[in-house]
């Protein structure tokens, strides 16, 4: 089973990469930084052995180079499993953020799971199977204090995966969003979690993984994950 996980590198991509790795799967992992992913991927086949991992660095945020990441997985072949987990976290208020962040955390959080998506969405239709799941957030659903543009991209990136869902159906291809609330990645660097207030990555990652497992009548369209305390 091939398995495509952008942002793989660290947190929820690469909890994600573990759990399908754990199982043996063929993984095609994509990040900005080559030697943090290739640190990951090392990590990762020391871990799971009997798995076989396939990376390679480019900055999805760019249309180009989220296109040549979808060419070189089709080189290899349809994937079954895509996750759009790339994505960047920064606070602000919309009327006082620096001019540019708009467009930059669109470009992120938005545009890379659009252009990999269509880059290879054509070959998953003409196979007739496939499952993608699009890391949303809490900030998809609800506004909240110092959220600006990166509430306004995860808002759309929501907007995307319905649009999706309801255009692949047709073609026995499920689509689902994802919604986690605080996870303990590199957008709360330096929380204090000794006392588990926030979740860990590997919480999001094993909901992914239960709901590509269901049978193919059944489709968790939205997952929902908070700390239990409820959010921050």
């Not at 957008?187 to 709901?211: C, H, L, Q, T, V």
Request: charged share 20%; net charge neutral; aromatic share 10%.
């Amino acid at each position: 089973m091939n398995v495509v996980i952008t942002g793989a590198s660290r947190g929820i991509g690469k909890a994600v990469a573990a759990a399908y790795a754990a199982e043996g799967a063929t993984l095609f992992l994509c990040a900005r930084n080559e030697l943090v992913l290739y640190n990951a991927v090392a990590e990762l086949q020391t871990k799971f052995p009997n798995c076989t991992i396939k990376a390679k660095a480019f900055d999805l945020s760019v249309k180009e180079q989220a296109q040549k990441f979808g060419a070189w997985v089709l080189s290899f072949g349809v994937p079954a499993i895509l996750v759009n987990n790339a994505g960047q976290f920064l606070p602000g208020n919309i009327s006082t953020e620096e001019d540019g962040i708009l467009e930059h955390t669109i470009a992120a959080n938005l545009y890379s799971a659009y252009h990999v998506t269509r880059a290879l969405v054509s070959k998953m239709i003409e196979a007739k199977q496939g499952h993608v799941f699009n890391i949303c957030s809490i900030a998809s659903l609800q506004a909240y204090k110092n959220g600006g543009s990166y509430s306004i991209s995860k808002f759309a990136l929501m907007g995307f995966s319905k649009n999706l869902r309801e255009e692949l159906k047709p073609f026995n291809i499920k689509v689902t969003s994802v919604y986690p609330g605080a996870v303990m990645t590199d957008s709360w660097a330096g929380f204090d979690n000794s006392a588990g207030r926030i979740m860990e990555a590997e919480d999001i990652a094993k909901m992914i993984y239960a709901a590509s497992k269901l049978s193919p009548q059944a489709l968790a369209e939205d997952i929902i994950l908070r700390p239990q305390l409820g959010d921050l």
